[in-house]
């Protein structure tokens, strides 16, 4: 019932900036924990962000504190990552993902944690 569809991917130099986005739908009214994850090739998935089903709380991974932001538009049923200072290490698949609240707090920093994915959009950062 719920689908997550991200955009805004796409090919930028380092330093630059991007927004990425995720569209929700069938959510039914339902709040849910969403979540940022990346993943390049040969590596496993890894989290970035996630924001609370309130919107009042995010929480980073160390690699992307003070460069990116998470945010979420509640009438629009849109969750956004904001990525400023691009590096090549950066390079990734992103992934949008829903879950559920009512887990421990750090259970939201794994992919296990999360209901819903999406397709993944591609954001290639060149040197």
């Known amino acids: 019932q719920v689908q997550l569809v991200e955009s805004g991917g796409g090919l930028v130099q380092a330093g630059d900036s991007l927004r990425v986005d995720c569209g929700a739908s069938?959510?039914?009214?339902?709040?849910?924990?969403m979540g940022w994850f990346r993943q390049a090739p040969g590596q496993e998935r890894e989290f970035v962000a996630r924001?609370?089903?309130?919107?009042?709380?995010?929480y980073y991974a160390d690699s992307v504190k003070g460069r990116f932001a998470i945010s979420r538009d509640f009438a629009k049923d849109t969750l956004f990552l904001q990525m400023d200072s691009l590096k090549p290490e950066d390079t990734a698949i992103y992934y949008c993902?829903?879950?559920?609240?009512?887990?421990?707090?750090?259970?939201?920093?794994?992919?296990?944690?999360?209901?819903?994915w999406g397709q993944g959009t591609q954001v290639t950062v060149s040197s």
């Open positions: 993902a829903a879950s559920l609240s009512g887990l421990p707090y750090t259970s939201y920093q794994f992919a296990r944690a999360y209901r819903y």
């Open positions: 069938g959510l039914n009214g339902a709040r849910y924990v």
């Open positions: 924001i609370s089903a309130s919107g009042e709380s995010t």
